[in-house]
Each structure stands twice: as structure tokens, then as C-alpha cells.
């Protein structure tokens, strides 16, 4: 997929509904897929002060998250304790998800994650663009979730541009340890992804794929939709 040359109103619509944005031009820019801004007007300049603002406040937010836990420390507290700093970066966060530390993310404010999700040890998501999670979502160990790319002309990486695409996932998906889920992707409702798969394309709903890149290698049968409370 290309990077976008004019922002993208309906991802930035979306974006109105998030906590904790770094609102500015530039957020606009990157979340619509747009370069870094280098050469000319159809990119978007990382540096801008909310910008980074906006990514070192997550930093110490999700060093807090990862932080040792306190000996006289009770589980409840921990829940509770981690609960509030996820709500303080992410951009939504359904009722009973959890995720393990350690977390690693570049903005947090793009994340916007269902309810009854649950992360094992190690999630990294690069959210410089929209990252959706559905309901009922587990991930194994080690998952990345990579929304940030580079072009592959090398004059380009020595620039220093990139760009960011959105990465949706639906509910009910089982994701495994060590998968990557690269930039565009969409993984439908009911998805299982193999352990250590690499997923470079869509994944059409109620699939099982594996693999590097990932390949369906069957489907499973369509699930009644849960009503929402």
C-alpha cells in the first residue's frame, strides 16, 4: 500500500471518539498515512511539540505499566493500578481487558482496544496510525503490531521518512505468540493466527492462517454475533 497524499477525514473522525490526543495539524497528517515531512506538502512533521510530547508521555506512562511490582502490593491494587494508567494513554479501553506487562507503544492515544481482551507478556504496537481491537481479543506472548512502515528506495530511509497505516482487528480473534500483523491489515471477526506467523495481507473473517507470510489454511464456522450490553 502507498502512502496517502491528503489527510484521510474518515480515520480522523474516528479519532474525535479518543482520549488523550495530541491534537495538531501533524496528528492529523499521520494518522491519515501521509511521510514524514522532508520534502514537500504531502508530509508530516514528527517533530512538531505535541508530537512529542504526546510520545513521551506515553513512555512514562508505560514505564509505570512495566514498573516492579511493590512487595506489600495486593492484586487488587495492581488491577486497579493498571487500569487507570492504561486509561491515561490509551485511546479506549473496553471493561474487563487486561494485558500483561511488559508494554511497549509509540503513542497509546491510537489504540483503541474492546472489551474482555486479554494480552500475554510482551506487546509491542507502533500506533502512529489507528490500531483497533475487538471484543473478546486474546493475544499469546510477544505480539507486534506494527502500523508504522518505511518505503523500500534507501535514499528515502536515509531521510528519515516513514509513514503509518491503520490496523484493524476484529472480535472473537485468537492471536499467537510472536506474531507480527504488519501496516493495512484487516483481521476479521473469529481470525486465528498461528504462533510465530508474519502477517503481511488481510485475513478474511472466521480464518485459521499461519505461516510467513500468513495463509488461511481453513475456516471455521461463523459464530452468532454476542449482543452488546
Not at 474492546?114 to 475487538?134: A, M, Q, R, W
Request: proline content about 6%; overall charge negative.
Amino acid at each position: 500500500m502507498e502512502p496517502a497524499k491528503s489527510k484521510n477525514e474518515a480515520i480522523i473522525a474516528r479519532a474525535k471518539d479518543l482520549a488523550n490526543v495530541p491534537w495538531c495539524e501533524e496528528y492529523e497528517k499521520m494518522i491519515s498515512g501521509m511521510l514524514t515531512m522532508f520534502i514537500n506538502v504531502y508530509r508530516y512533521n514528527a517533530f512538531v511539540p505535541e508530537l512529542l510530547t504526546g510520545r513521551f508521555r506515553a513512555r512514562k506512562l508505560a514505564s509505570q505499566f512495566n514498573a516492579p511490582i511493590p512487595i506489600e502490593t495486593t492484586e487488587e491494587d495492581l488491577m486497579s493500578q493498571r487500569a487507570k494508567l492504561l486509561k491515561q494513554f490509551f485511546g479506549s479501553l473496553g471493561k474487563n481487558s487486561f494485558i500483561e506487562p511488559p508494554l511497549n507503544v509509540d503513542y497509546g492515544c491510537n489504540i483503541l482496544i474492546g472489551e474482555d481482551f486479554y494480552s500475554n507478556f510482551g506487546l509491542t504496537v507502533l500506533d502512529c496510525c489507528l490500531v483497533e481491537i475487538g471484543d473478546r481479543v486474546l493475544f499469546g506472548p510477544n505480539v507486534s503490531i506494527l502500523s508504522a512502515t518505511h518505503q523500500t528506495d534507501v535514499q528515502s530511509r536515509r531521510d528519515g521518512v516513514e509513514f503509518a497505516l491503520p490496523v484493524f482487528i476484529g472480535d472473537d480473534c485468537w492471536i499467537g505468540g510472536n506474531v507480527s500483523i504488519l501496516p493495512g491489515v484487516t483481521i476479521g471477526n473469529g481470525c486465528t493466527i498461528g504462533a510465530g506467523s508474519v502477517v503481511t495481507k488481510s485475513i478474511p473473517a472466521f480464518s485459521v492462517a499461519v505461516g510467513s507470510p500468513a495463509r488461511v489454511i481453513k475456516k471455521v464456522a461463523e459464530a452468532e454475533p454476542v449482543p452488546k450490553n
